[in-house]
Nanobody
Framework: QVQLVESGGGLVQPGGSLRLSCAAS????????MRWYRQAPEKGREFVAH????????SYADSVKGRFTISRDNARNILYLQMNDLKPEDTAMYTC?????????WGRGTQVTVSS
């Protein structure tokens, strides 16, 4: 029943910006911590950002701190990741995540490619 659907990825040049979205359903979105992860080819999944249920707390991987902003719209059940000053090393499949009743759920991901 839990469903997460990412969108907003694409091809951008270094220094560019993208905003990713994750549309959530099947659970009470406003009650849960949400996270973004990413995975590049031949690399493991990497934590990117976290936001608490009412956006009172956020945290970021050191590699994206100061460039990425995680946010959420609880009225619309959407999680966002604003990505600025993108770098080639940000190239990856970006996936949103939630843990509900002890089980982790993942979206299918949206591809971000940063290249000149």
């Amino acid at each position: 029943q839990v469903q997460l659907v990412e969108s907003g990825g694409g091809l951008v040049q270094p220094g560019g910006s993208l905003r990713l979205s994750c549309a959530a359903s099947g659970f009470t979105f406003s009650m849960y911590d949400m996270r973004w992860y990413r995975q590049a080819p031949e690399k493991g999944r990497e934590f990117v950002a976290h936001v608490s249920p009412t956006s009172g707390a956020t945290s970021y991987a050191d590699s994206v701190k100061g460039r990425f902003t995680i946010s959420r719209d609880n009225a619309r059940n959407i999680l966002y990741l604003q990505m600025n000053d993108l770098k080639p090393e940000d190239t990856a499949m970006y996936t949103c995540n939630v843990v509900v009743v002890g089980q982790a759920y993942w979206g299918r991901g949206t591809q971000v490619t940063v290249s000149s």
